[in-house]
Nanobody
């Protein structure tokens, strides 16, 4: 079973930057579309960004477009979410998840989920 472990979360001031990582183990990420999702306190989990198996296609939630960049390094079995111009409303637990197949499968019914990493944006 694919295992995903997120890291890179922490506390940052508004306008700051963070880079989240998600490392996969037991299986290669080559065959998986990967998504980043987040859940803020008292809110439902929402999709942040998705990336295709090759990394050639990405999609972003409107709330993060132009501020977040999703990349992947299949040789390292790792994906990254580069977050800049962070806002207090970006505060949430961020999860990476994998779906076996095309980027069109990226959504709430992913096949595998990590346990999340907390991002707090506050002055």
């Amino acid at each position: 079973q694919l295992q995903l472990v997120e890291s890179g979360g922490g506390s940052v001031q508004p306008g700051g930057s963070l880079r989240l990582s998600c490392v996969a183990s037991r299986f290669s990420l080559d065959y998986y579309t990967i998504g980043w999702f987040r859940q803020a306190p008292g809110k439902e989990r929402e999709e942040v960004s998705c990336i295709s198996r090759s990394g050639g296609s990405t999609k972003y939630a409107d709330s993060v477009k132009g501020r977040f960049t999703f990349t992947r390094d299949n040789s390292e079995n790792t994906v990254y979410l580069h977050m800049s111009s962070l806002k207090p409303e970006d505060t949430a637990v961020y999860y990476c998840a994998a779906a076996a197949g095309l980027i069109s499968l990226c959504g709430p019914n992913m096949d595998y989920w990590g346990k999340g990493t907390l991002v707090t944006v506050s002055s």
